[in-house]
């Protein structure tokens, strides 16, 4: 009896100990906060990676103080952030550096972005920026560090 309670027990743990916890279908493996993400789409159109050796555009929401730290392409870029429920966003206080460059026109839209989106989503390794139900503004793949 003693030997079958004890068989018992150790089939038990066993059974716990080889479960694997799944998220389920859509969950993020990435946290919004604290995480480099990557533009890769920028108002529908496809952002190309950087070359070897040059700075990517990409934003960081740091948890600590609620900052935004991102490269908008040829300025760096501050500001303030708030979450709310229901995946509501706000970016705020966006300032940059003011270096003169050949190509502004991601830097601007991305800019005109962070000021408008007002919602997120944040499926598996994408962030979406959005206005709205519109269709996104911005899409960030998470880049492991």
């Not at 555009?57 to 935004?68: A, D």
């Amino acid at each position: 009896m003693r030997q079958s309670a004890c068989l018992l027990i150790v089939t038990i743990l066993w059974s716990l100990l080889s479960c694997k916890t799944t998220k389920p279908a859509g969950a993020a493996n990435t946290s919004l906060q604290d995480t480099y993400w990557r533009l890769t789409e920028l108002m529908g159109k496809p952002i190309e990676t950087a070359p070897k050796g040059k700075r990517e555009v990409h934003i960081r929401l740091i948890t600590e103080g609620k900052k935004l730290e991102a490269f908008a392409g040829c300025n760096n870029v501050g500001g303030g952030y708030q979450i709310h429920t229901g995946n509501k966003i706000h970016f705020s206080n966006l300032i940059g550096t003011m270096m003169a460059c050949d190509d502004l026109a991601t830097e601007s839209t991305l800019l005109e972005v962070l000021k408008t989106t007002d919602r997120y989503e944040l499926n598996n390794n994408e962030l979406v920026l959005n206005k709205g139900k519109m269709v996104p503004l911005a899409r960030f793949e998470a880049v492991p560090k």
